[in-house]
């Protein structure tokens, strides 16, 4: 079977540098970052009772690795709004209001490009959470780089958008 059903011209696989995040139905701005979507099983060692010498392996909970995004410090605030939400979860608010949790929790979608700017793949994380957040990473003046802030997202699995079908790719001409 070709790698590649609807190009099967491609040979090379796609690169990660063309990417967009989106919670709140909206992407969210400078992403230029985000960890691998990762998922491990735990291993249940049993044994049958007139057994001794030999362990059956089985499958037990499936858990879900930290989301990492990353983003060029600007002014645009929707990293620290999340995170703040969280940080102040267990807090007692003075006004004596309650917090509204309705939005504490965020399904994002993390969508993959192709060279010529086409949606080739997505995946869906659901329940996420911020459990940590830095507002700006190291500063040094002898390095050559971007201020950045990051967040990392707690979650509860992840699915591949099976919708996003390979799209039919531009063919370039050559001279």
């Not at 995170?83 to 939005?103: C, R, T, Y």
Request: glycine content about 8%; some cysteine; charged content about 30%.
């Amino acid at each position: 079977m070709a790698e590649f059903t609807v190009n099967p011209q491609r040979v090379d696989a796609y690169q990660g540098s063309k990417f967009r995040v989106k919670w709140d139905g909206k992407y969210v701005a400078g992403v230029d970052y985000v960890s691998r979507l990762a998922r491990a099983t735990s291993v249940v060692a049993h044994r049958e009772g007139g057994e001794l010498r030999r362990e059956r392996l089985a499958p037990g909970v499936t858990g879900y690795a930290p989301l990492v995004l990353r983003r060029g410090r600007t002014h645009d605030t929707e990293f620290e709004r999340w995170a703040d939400k969280v940080s102040g979860f267990m807090a007692m608010p003075d006004n004596g209001e309650e917090m509204s949790l309705g939005d504490f929790r965020k399904d994002i979608v993390v969508e993959l490009y192709n060279e010529a700017g086409q949606q080739v793949m997505a995946w869906k994380v659901y329940r996420c959470w911020p459990s940590e957040y830095v507002a700006i990473d190291e500063l040094d003046a002898a390095e050559n780089a971007v201020a950045t802030e990051s967040l990392v997202l707690q979650n509860e699995g992840w699915e591949r958008d099976t919708s996003v079908n390979e799209p039919v790719e531009p063919r370039i001409a050559r001279p």
